[in-house]
Structures are given as structure tokens and as C-alpha cells.
């Protein structure tokens, strides 16, 4: 039996722009794109190996509105100091600006951007579980 494989999907107005921030930004791969796929393109990031990914995709001749609200949250947990320190350091480098997180338990061990929609990624020097 195989395992399951976890894809969040969602629309951009932009996919150069949303795919450098988690590429360049995040340090995730490009996985797949696609291109007029039934009137959609599309590329899909993430890490090989891994059992999620993350797939944003461009409607032709749709606009999409950005995030509806603050506490729409990619959270990501980077127990080593430094990979997260290279995480930040990378996003910053993209013009990226950290933000106060809505919910003020992300700010004790992380830190808050948002994507290009303004959807919020949360890099939290932390472990899980």
C-alpha cells in the first residue's frame, strides 16, 4: 500500500511571482508545471521525497482576490537555528518583511511573512509534536 500524499492547491494571479517566493524564498523545489490544462497553468513546489505538496494555479481570463484574512497560515517548523536563520535570511533577500502574526503564539518562536497573495507563512524555530 502506498502512502497518502497531502496537495494543497489554490489559485495566484501570478505564478513566476508565487513560485520564486517558495523556491527562493522557502527553499522548495518545482515539482511539475503545466501549461493550458483545460484553461489553467499551473506549477507545483515542494520537496522530493516528501508526502505533501503544494500546487498554485492561474485560471486564464480570472482574477483571484487575495488572502481573506490573517490567520490563513502555512506553518512551517524549523527546529534548527540555522536553517531557519537561512530560511528568514532568504526571504528577506526577496524583499520579503516579517509581520506580526495575528495569533501572537507565532511570534514567540518564529517569525510571519506573507506570499505574494498575501496568504501568511509562518517559519517557526521550533519541533512539532
Known amino acids: 500500500m502506498s502512502s497518502p ?8 494571479n501570478d ?4 513560485a520564486d517566493f517558495y523556491t527562493r524564498g522557502l527553499g522548495f523545489e518545482v515539482l511539475a508545471s503545466f501549461e493550458n490544462h483545460a484553461g489553467f497553468d499551473g506549477v507545483v513546489v515542494g520537496r522530493r521525497g516528501c508526502g505533501w505538496h503544494i500546487e498554485f494555479t492561474h485560471q ?3 482574477t483571484v482576490d487575495r488572502a481573506p484574512t490573517h490567520e490563513h497560515l502555512l506553518v512551517l517548523y524549523l527546529p534548527e537555528r ?3 536563520s537561512a530560511a528568514v ?4 533577500a526577496l524583499g520579503a ?20 497573495d498575501g496568504y501568511r507563512i509562518v517559519l ?5 509534536g
Open 5 to 12: 500524499v497531502l496537495r494543497v492547491a489554490r489559485p495566484t
Open 97 to 116: 518583511v516579517a509581520c506580526e502574526s495575528e495569533n501572537p503564539y507565532w511570534d514567540r518562536e518564529g517569525k510571519t511573512f506573507e506570499d505574494p
Open 15 to 18: 505564478l513566476q511571482k508565487v
Open 60 to 62: 486564464h481570463g480570472v
Open 82 to 84: 540555522d536553517v531557519w
Open 124 to 128: 517557526q524555530n521550533a519541533s512539532w
Open 89 to 92: 535570511e532568504r526571504l528577506e
